[in-house]
């Protein structure tokens, strides 16, 4: 069996997730990645046999979306290469909401299974931000179009959603607390990040920024390069976690049972949504940085804000559900 995997690149999230499925997707065929965007950071190991700028994000320095270079990532092309992609050479489709690969099963009636974390928002059960947001709504309904779906969320809301797909490395781990605060916010930059760390002294902040390029040194700040392996072994070692609203980060530390400070980037729907399911959970939730950081920080820091939640399902589980899922007619 011949399988074509497309992975968004608009994040580090969807190339971490594929890794871990790898090893267990490779029971069922030869594999063939297509990574689209050119957010994602992490040096992958995976056979990315096709590649595309696709759509990718940008923020600006202060935490929120610049929907200006965004727009410029669309265009024309993305539809030549929709129609250039060699979708039909493969037996199966699987989707981690790549646009690009939508459309070329579009044009050429190819069936697709949506896999991944915005294939859970298919379901109306899946909690939602209550910012109007039309766009962002649209998106996570019909960016991707497919045959089927399986959704990844913090809980099993529907019965097509599962649990995360959580790193062995951290399902093995020894958790330790050595006091330090793990930061991962992409949304910001260093010089703006720096005088609200700075400001709490008391407290060591490891910061994973690709503003660099070696670990840098600030007093009581250790920024380093982005690297899945570091920043896990950061995460499995850290007092507490501040972090973005994304997916597979807080759901790994709710694992590790770290206390979670989350600030999902301003204006970024999913991850709103993603805020949304977290508060439900108990975790602790802002809107952004600004002069009363140091206050809420203080108040969070020194509260019970740990949770806790257990896997119900592998990943080697997972993927046989998955394959299971495939529409019986590219088989």
Excluded at 21 to 30: C, D, Q, S
Excluded at 158 to 184: F, L, S, T
Excluded at 276 to 300: H, P, Y
Aim: glycine letters at 6%.
């Amino acid at each position: 069996m011949k399988i074509f995997y497309a992975i968004q690149g608009t994040g580090n999230g969807h190339l971490s997730r594929a890794e871990q499925l790898y090893p267990y997707l490779k029971k069922y065929g030869e594999i063939d990645f297509f990574l689209s965007g050119s957010n994602s950071q992490l040096n992958s190991s995976l056979p990315i046999k096709y590649k595309s700028k696709g759509v990718s994000l940008h923020y600006k320095s202060t935490g929120g979306m610049d929907y200006g270079k965004i727009s410029k990532s669309l265009g024309f092309n993305i539809y030549k290469e929709a129609k250039a992609l060699p979708i039909e050479k493969y037996d199966v489709i699987i989707n981690d909401f790549e646009f690009i690969t939508s459309l070329a099963c579009s044009f050429k009636k190819k069936k697709s299974v949506q896999f991944g974390h915005q294939a859970s928002f298919q379901s109306k059960l899946t909690p939602r931000a209550t910012s109007f947001n039309p766009i962002g709504n649209l998106v996570l309904d019909k960016f991707v179009k497919s045959s089927d779906y399986l959704g990844l969320h913090f809980e099993s809301y529907d019965q097509n959603i599962y649990n995360p797909i959580i790193k062995d490395e951290v399902v093995h781990a020894e958790v330790r607390d050595d006091g330090h605060i793990a930061v991962y916010l992409p949304q910001y930059s260093i010089d703006f990040l720096t005088p609200y760390f700075l400001a709490l002294p008391l407290f060591h902040f490891e910061v994973f920024t690709k503003e660099v390029t070696q670990i840098t040194c600030n007093n009581n700040i250790t920024f380093y390069p982005i690297d899945n392996k570091v920043f896990t072994s950061s995460l499995i070692r850290c007092h507490a976690l501040v972090t973005a609203g994304g997916f597979e980060t807080p759901a790994e530390a709710m694992y590790l049972n770290k206390k979670i400070l989350s600030i999902p980037i301003l204006n970024h729907f999913e991850q709103e949504c993603n805020g949304e399911a977290m508060k439900k959970l108990g975790v602790k939730v802002i809107k952004k940085i600004d002069s009363n950081f140091n206050q809420i920080f203080t108040e969070w820091i020194d509260s019970e804000n740990k949770v806790k939640f257990k896997l119900t399902h592998s990943t080697e589980a997972i993927v046989d559900i998955l394959m299971k899922n495939i529409p019986t007619n590219q088989i």
